[in-house]
């Protein structure tokens, strides 16, 4: 189950595409155990009725709560709930209202975990643990720290998709050899199915892969184009544009809207994502055991979540 999505009165479930509202309370949290009757309507649960709800205790559900709820204490929100959602993928924080400008902006993929919170954490950990290790030692606990975040984010298609190339691209480097993306692409998508063949019903399995294609495609060739951009806003300019070339379609047919403006938008906040993402994660983290140290870390990222929502609300 991804995280809920809750609204003013309810929240949203969603479940490998398939979806359900339920009344506010009581909530239901990422990794509960629920029952739910109804009727059945396309891709809706139609008058669910929620039969029992159990909590999900295990370390690493706990684990992403506590931080969670250490950025709750220390921010104001939606900068809260917006470290969050780039840090972990926690949607069911986020301000309805701020909701809907995200969604509206074409941004709100920024604030979900997707594959480029895997790309970062990977680029992260690596940097880091290349200092203290040799690259082979690195490249392991690279693996396992990815799939950590993985379990942490929620593990829904996006994520998998993205730890598992990032797995591919680790072997390959752990071996000698090259990696090549259009085949690591298609293997992936052909174990994911294996794996659960409802992804393929899945609009974020969908998006993420057409986004994928999409920049192996484009981003190159776009940047190039794009010399007198700043090379801070080039590459999240070229990346989104390539990346909408993808997703565009998708959007308007399963959604009725796509907002012309979304690749200047994400232009101008895309350059705030990793320091958010980075300063969330060691904040939050290190919160859990200095408290002091952690909100001093997460106050820092407030110049980055403050641009992040002002761009938003603007357009």
């Given at each position: 189950?991804?995280?809920?999505?809750?609204?003013?009165?309810?929240?949203?479930i969603n479940?490998?595409?398939?979806?359900f509202y339920l009344?506010?309370?009581?909530?239901?949290?990422?990794?509960?155990?629920?029952s739910?009757?109804?009727?059945?309507?396309?891709?809706?649960?139609?008058n669910?009725?929620l039969?029992?709800?159990?909590?999900g205790n295990?370390?690493?559900?706990?684990?992403?709560?506590r931080?969670i709820?250490?950025?709750?204490e220390?921010?104001?929100?939606?900068?809260?709930?917006?470290?969050?959602?780039?840090?972990?993928?926690?949607?069911?924080?986020i301000?309805y209202?701020?909701?809907?400008?995200?969604?509206n902006?074409?941004?709100?993929?920024?604030?979900?975990?997707?594959?480029?919170n895997?790309?970062?954490?990977?680029?992260f950990?690596?940097?880091?643990?290349?200092?203290?290790?040799s690259?082979?030692?690195?490249?392991i606990?690279?693996?396992?720290?990815i799939?950590?975040?993985?379990?942490?984010?929620?593990?829904?298609?996006?994520?998998?998709?993205?730890?598992?190339?990032a797995?591919?691209?680790?072997?390959?480097?752990?071996?000698?050899?090259?990696?090549?993306?259009?085949?690591?692409?298609?293997l992936?998508?052909l174990?994911?199915?294996?794996?659960?063949?409802l992804?393929?019903?899945?609009?974020?399995?969908?998006?993420?892969?057409?986004a994928?294609?999409?920049?192996m495609?484009?981003?190159?060739?776009?940047?190039?184009?794009l010399?007198?951009?700043?090379?801070?806003?080039?590459?999240?300019l070229?990346?989104?544009i390539?990346?909408?070339?993808?997703?565009?379609?998708?959007?308007?047919?399963?959604?009725?809207?796509?907002?012309i403006?979304?690749?200047?938008?994400?232009?101008?906040v895309?350059w705030?994502?990793?320091?958010?993402?980075?300063?969330?994660?060691v904040?939050?983290?290190l919160?859990l055991i200095?408290?002091?140290?952690g909100?001093?870390?997460?106050y820092?990222?407030?110049?980055?979540t403050w641009?992040?929502?002002?761009?938003?609300?603007?357009?």
């Open positions: 189950m991804q995280d809920p999505v809750r609204f003013s009165f309810k929240q949203k479940l490998y595409g398939f979806y009344p506010l309370y009581p909530e239901v949290s990422y990794g509960d155990l629920i739910v009757k109804g009727t059945v309507k396309k891709k809706e649960l139609i669910p009725e039969l029992s709800v159990s909590s295990n370390f690493f559900l706990n684990f992403r709560k931080i709820d250490f950025n709750k220390t921010l104001p929100e939606p900068h809260a709930s917006l470290v969050a959602g780039i840090t972990l993928g926690s949607k069911s924080e301000p209202d701020f909701w809907q400008k995200l969604k902006t074409g941004v709100v993929h920024v604030v979900v975990a997707s594959g480029t895997v790309s970062l954490t990977a680029m950990l690596i940097s880091v643990l290349t200092v203290f290790l690259r082979k030692k690195a490249i606990f690279a693996f396992l720290g799939w950590l975040y993985v379990v942490l984010s929620g593990f829904e298609a996006p994520l998998i998709r993205a730890g598992i190339m797995s591919f691209a680790f072997w390959a480097q752990g071996v000698g050899r090259l990696s090549y993306s259009s085949r690591v692409l298609l992936t998508c174990i994911m199915l294996i794996f659960n063949p992804w393929l019903f899945d609009i974020g399995f969908i998006l993420s892969f057409a994928t294609a999409s920049l495609l484009f981003q190159v060739r776009i940047a190039n184009y010399k007198i951009v700043p090379n801070f806003l080039k590459e999240g070229s990346t989104s390539a990346a909408q070339i993808g997703v565009a379609p998708i959007l308007f047919v399963s959604f009725g809207q796509f907002n403006l979304s690749p200047l938008i994400n232009m101008l895309l705030t994502v990793p320091g958010i993402m980075i300063l969330g994660a904040g939050g983290i919160g200095f408290p002091f140290l909100k001093l870390i997460l820092l990222s407030y110049p980055l641009w992040f929502i002002n761009i938003v609300s603007i357009f």
